[in-house]
């Protein structure tokens, strides 16, 4: 068993910052538990110039390397046992299932980036060789690859306290690529971050890579986001939250001296649309499907189903109502997101022209929230922008339309989303008008389906036009997230001994090149 302390760790450094403390917190109790103290610009200076030494030799360590560090640090995640799954259960109340679950997710993602690298071939090779009789001028060899981008700023979620946190996706891509990460821990779950922290440093040990490789910053408020984001040693930004808190980094990103990436994902409602043939034949079993997927992890999921859109049909309407009510309510993450579902809710509830098919209380101070379902008209719907903000937990919102022809103009109105499903098996020709509008709104389009579950594979496209993120060309899920962390370098007239291995003559690495324009495995 590991002792919480309550610290920071700086390139293998124990601290207690001066800082002021913060505790975290038990939803099931409803009681404060570990006390943690806030790093500042110190901390920030001291782990940034760590990243800045150990970038220095991590970038240029071989694949086979890095991926046998990033195996190491998904045994040693699993080595730690069931005392991470019961400290970041008490901390979230997300439960033993779902937290099993999701480190074992955490731990594939690890795995998954540790193959990718170690076979090498996500650098993209691109060789096109010299031509020195090319008429009116010789052609040059030009060599391309991605090279990583240096330091990564990773700000964790707190829905996702290992797949999305201290040592989950972003963390995992940005190692990979060959960066040192620092992590600005989540203070909803800094007792489950510290253990993280333990595991990658004995990762780190094992595999003797250099310790400034990774630092874990522990602290409440937005200044220490901010100050890491603004230190010049930082090239990136990983970031999975709110819209609020994205936004904001990509602000202060973008107003540095040297302005970086910030890749955020944010909110989403994920729309999910019935054909009105569909909703007639099939009523009861999408309220089932959508009912279960609304009540999912307490709604708190970033692709948790905001809005369904259809006609009116009075069974799929009592049976959504009913589902919903009788679904057993769920313990929300932490009381600040417990009070702004409140605020949400009586926003809601007062508005005139939403009405609340399944009113219950949610007393002021409790966790467990009602699962609820508000209805509206397609045209109030696109008459209040406010009606298609996000409300992080277990609710949705039937917008009822007149026809198929308001289905489509509510599908063209949507902003940027993770994912819109359809169902429309009864309605094939709405189904293609719909996929031609939502494929320009959304990263991701699900057919006959419910869009909470992210499979984790290299198909999988996690990111959509903004707010759902601000690089609508990237993901956060899947092999596709380290390139993120990487930029092409090419390399003209170099000398074999000056190339990265990846692009020498002889192709020591064997990986796939494109060639002269062919794809091959051959040495030049
Ligand atoms: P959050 O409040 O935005 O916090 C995320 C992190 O950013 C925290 O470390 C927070 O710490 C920091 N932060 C927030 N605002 C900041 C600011 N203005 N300046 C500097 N740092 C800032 O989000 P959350 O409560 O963890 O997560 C809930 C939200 O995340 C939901 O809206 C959900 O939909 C979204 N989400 C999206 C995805 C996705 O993949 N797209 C996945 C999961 C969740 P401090 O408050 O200490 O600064």
Redesign the pocket.
Known sequence: MIEIKGQSCIAGNWITPPGRSFQSFNPYKRESMYSFASCGADEVERAARAAESAFHIYRNLDGKSIGVFLNTIADEIEALGDQLLEVCDSETALGLARLTGERGRTCGQLRAFAELVTRGEWVQAHIDTAIPDRAPVPKPDLRRMMRPIGPVAV??????PFA?STLGGDTASALAAGNPVIV?????HPATSELFAHAIARAIKKCDIPAGVFSLLQ????????DL?KHPVIQAVG????????R??MD?AAARPQPIPVYA????INPLFVGPNTLQAQAESIATGLSGSVCMGTG?????PGIVVSVANEVFEASLKSQLSEAPRGYL?NP??AASLQAALESLNNHPHLEWLNRADFEAGSMTPPNAVFKTSARNFLADETMSR?V?GPVTLYVVCENEAQMLEVAENLKGN?TASVHADEDMELAGKLYDVLEQKVGRVIYNGYPTGVEVCPSQQ??GPYP??SVSTST??GAGAIVRFARFVAYQGTPDALLPDALKNANPLGIYRLVNGALTTQGI
Do not use: Y
């Not at 600005?184 to 909803?188: E, M, Y």
């Not at 408020?221 to 901010?226: D, K, S, V």
């Not at 994902?265 to 989403?268: I, K, R, V």
């Open positions: 700000f964790g979620a707190s829905n996702f999305f600005k821990g989540h203070p909803a602290g409440l408020g937005n200044e220490l986001g901010a984001v970031f999975t939250g709110s819209e609020n808190g994205g904001a980094l202060i994902e944010m909110g989403s708190q999921f970033c692709t948790s993450l600040q997101i996000e992080f993770l996690h990111g759902a993120s956060s899920v």
